[in-house]
């Protein structure tokens, strides 16, 4: 029977915010990590998008800015972005949807409120808490196997809280090689810059060390508008051919590459100074075609390489694309870059990621892919209905857990029971 179009998008409203999602990508750690898993209002406020966004306010000299304790630029920022000016930013209204969801009284919501309602300890209750509100079942790390803080725990990885899974992070293996080099011969590997003698091999034992620390469910790597493809004589396209590739298929890992970060162009902002670039398609396009045996899960941060990379998908049927990565991860491109999928697509993409760095993003994060989605979803289940077909809830569930979890676990070989 047909729906009328306002029951219709109530529905979908509904199976949207009932399904959960599988957070693919994200800069969480596991709660056994320590502090490198954060949280609470201090953390949030430091988050860099919210950093590079007070700078426009408050014209801080960067040093004085650094200088200052973590709560210290919690004010600051507070007081730029939501004293100063109105928190319209994506970033700053995420810290509002989030006080919110936590129980503040938004009206007149002051930074002690926000300290009082948010922990700063990551318990096990408070972490259920915040993945109950965003839906959210599983939580995908970012690991860096460079990161002497991060690998200290890797040993006991197999122990950890089973909501965290890992992926295992290679950018500096992949851009910076030459700075690893030391790093990996102290550690035991014989490489060297110039990927002669045994590198290769001892490459190839250093990625399977790592994948048995940590059982990634995919291995990736970020690149600016620099990456080519293929690249028989450098470095990168050689650890790309012949360690990296041969390794994700021979334990059935995709590759995520996430292309178009263009690094620290401003190093004064830290870890809010990297930019973005329009990164060439072709490379990515001769790969697929290259390596049918390979997976590739690929987001893209230009706007204006959205359209390019579902066309490729379209064509390559071992490319995924995934989320809309931070700068496009705005209402209007995520509406924008979501119908463009579906519509040359199919439910066949990963709907979106959180990409957060404190546990609490996944509250606004979500709620704001949750009301992207719906809108969209609820546009073409109208149109098919005009057209005669049957949209049942069975059908709406079914399209919206393929796009929130089920094509993220069938692309890394997840069965549907575990995890
Ligand atoms: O490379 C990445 O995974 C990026 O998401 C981060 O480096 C970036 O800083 C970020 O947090 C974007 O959301
Ligand atoms: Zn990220």
Same mark, same amino acid.
């Given at each position: 029977?047909?729906?009328?179009?306002?029951?219709?998008?109530?529905?979908?409203?509904?199976?949207?915010?009932?399904?959960?999602?599988?957070?693919? +990508?994200?800069?969480?750690?596991?709660?056994?990590?320590?502090?490198?898993?954060?949280?609470?209002?201090?953390?949030?406020?430091?988050?860099?998008?919210?950093?590079?966004?007070?700078?426009?306010?408050? +014209?801080?000299?960067?040093?004085?800015?650094?200088?200052?304790?973590?709560?210290?630029?919690?004010?600051?920022?507070?007081?730029?972005?939501?004293?100063?000016?109105?928190?319209?930013?994506?970033?700053?209204?995420?810290?509002?949807?989030?006080?919110?969801?936590?129980?503040?009284?938004?009206?007149?919501?002051?930074?002690?409120?926000? %300290?009082?309602? $948010?922990?700063?300890?990551?318990?096990?209750?408070?972490?259920?808490?915040?993945?109950?509100?965003?839906?959210?079942? +599983?939580?995908?790390?970012?690991?860096?196997?460079?990161?002497?803080?991060?690998? =200290?725990?890797?040993?006991?990885?197999?122990?950890?809280?089973?909501?965290?899974?890992?992926? @295992?992070?290679?950018?500096?293996?992949?851009?910076?090689? /030459?700075?690893?080099?030391?790093?990996?011969?102290?550690?035991?590997?014989?490489?060297?810059?110039?990927? /002669? &003698?045994?590198?290769?091999?001892?490459? %190839?034992?250093?990625?399977?060390?790592? =994948?048995?620390?940590? +059982?990634?469910?995919?291995?990736?790597?970020?690149?600016?508008?620099?990456?080519?493809?293929?690249?028989?004589?450098?470095?990168? &396209?050689?650890?790309?051919?012949?360690?990296?590739?041969?390794?994700?298929?021979?334990?059935?890992?995709?590759?995520?590459?996430?292309?178009?970060?263009?690094?620290?162009?401003?190093?004064?902002?830290? =870890?809010?100074?990297?930019?973005?670039?329009?990164?060439?398609?072709?490379?990515?396009?001769?790969?697929?075609?290259?390596?049918?045996?390979?997976?590739?899960?690929? /987001?893209?941060?230009?706007?204006?390489?959205?359209?390019? @990379?579902?066309?490729?998908?379209?064509?390559?049927?071992?490319?995924?694309?995934?989320?809309?990565?931070?700068?496009?991860?705005?209402?209007?491109?995520?509406?924008?870059?979501?119908?463009?999928?579906?519509?040359?697509?199919?439910?066949?993409?990963?709907?979106?990621?959180?990409?957060?760095?404190?546990?609490?993003? $996944?509250?606004?994060?979500?709620?704001?892919?949750? %009301?992207? $989605?719906?809108?969209?979803?609820?546009?073409?289940?109208?149109? $098919?209905?005009? /057209?005669?077909?049957?949209?049942?809830?069975?059908?709406?569930?079914?399209?919206?857990?393929?796009?929130?979890?089920?094509?993220?676990?069938?692309?890394? &070989?997840?069965?549907?029971?575990?995890?």
């Amino acid at each position: 029977m047909t729906m009328a179009d306002a029951d219709l998008a109530s529905l979908v409203a509904r199976v949207v915010d009932e399904t959960p999602a599988f957070d693919m +990508h994200t800069h969480l750690f596991a709660p056994e990590m320590g502090s490198l898993l954060l949280c609470g209002a201090d953390e949030a406020l430091n988050f860099h998008y919210l950093v590079s966004e007070s700078f426009r306010v408050h +014209h801080m000299p960067y040093h004085e800015f650094w200088g200052l304790s973590k709560a210290q630029r919690a004010e600051v920022v507070w007081n730029s972005l939501f004293r100063d000016t109105s928190p319209v930013s994506e970033a700053a209204s995420g810290v509002v949807e989030i006080a919110r969801a936590m129980g503040c009284d938004t009206g007149r919501l002051t930074l002690t409120a926000l %300290r009082e309602a $948010l922990s700063d300890v990551p318990t096990a209750e408070y972490i259920s808490r915040i993945m109950n509100l965003a839906n959210v079942t +599983h939580i995908v790390m970012t690991n860096d196997p460079f990161d002497d803080q991060e690998t =200290a725990f890797w040993s006991e990885m197999g122990g950890m809280d089973k909501r965290f899974l890992a992926s @295992l992070r290679l950018d500096k293996l992949m851009n910076q090689y /030459s700075s690893v080099v030391p790093v990996l011969i102290a550690k035991g590997y014989e490489v060297d810059e110039s990927l /002669s &003698g045994r590198s290769v091999v001892e490459l %190839r034992r250093f990625l399977e060390d790592c =994948a048995d620390a940590v +059982h990634p469910l995919y291995v990736a790597f970020s690149t600016a508008d620099d990456f080519v493809y293929p690249e028989p004589d450098g470095v990168r &396209g050689r650890i790309l051919k012949e360690v990296v590739l041969p390794f994700c298929r021979e334990r059935g890992l995709p590759l995520s590459l996430m292309m178009g970060a263009r690094r620290q162009v401003n190093p004064a902002l830290r =870890a809010a100074g990297d930019s973005l670039a329009n990164a060439p398609v072709r490379p990515l396009e001769s790969l697929c075609a290259d390596y049918p045996d390979n997976r590739f899960l690929v /987001s893209m941060l230009a706007r204006e390489n959205q359209h390019a @990379l579902v066309v490729a998908a379209r064509k390559f049927h071992n490319l995924m694309p995934f989320g809309c990565w931070w700068f496009v991860n705005t209402d209007t491109l995520v509406e924008e870059i979501i119908r463009m999928r579906l519509e040359l697509l199919g439910p066949t993409f990963i709907a979106q990621h959180s990409d957060a760095r404190v546990l609490e993003h $996944l509250i606004y994060k979500w709620q704001r892919a949750r %009301r992207v $989605l719906t809108r969209v979803l609820a546009d073409k289940y109208e149109n $098919l209905q005009s /057209s005669g077909w049957l949209v049942t809830e069975d059908v709406i569930r079914r399209d919206v857990e393929q796009l929130f979890s089920g094509n993220f676990r069938q692309f890394v &070989g997840l069965a549907e029971s575990s995890g």
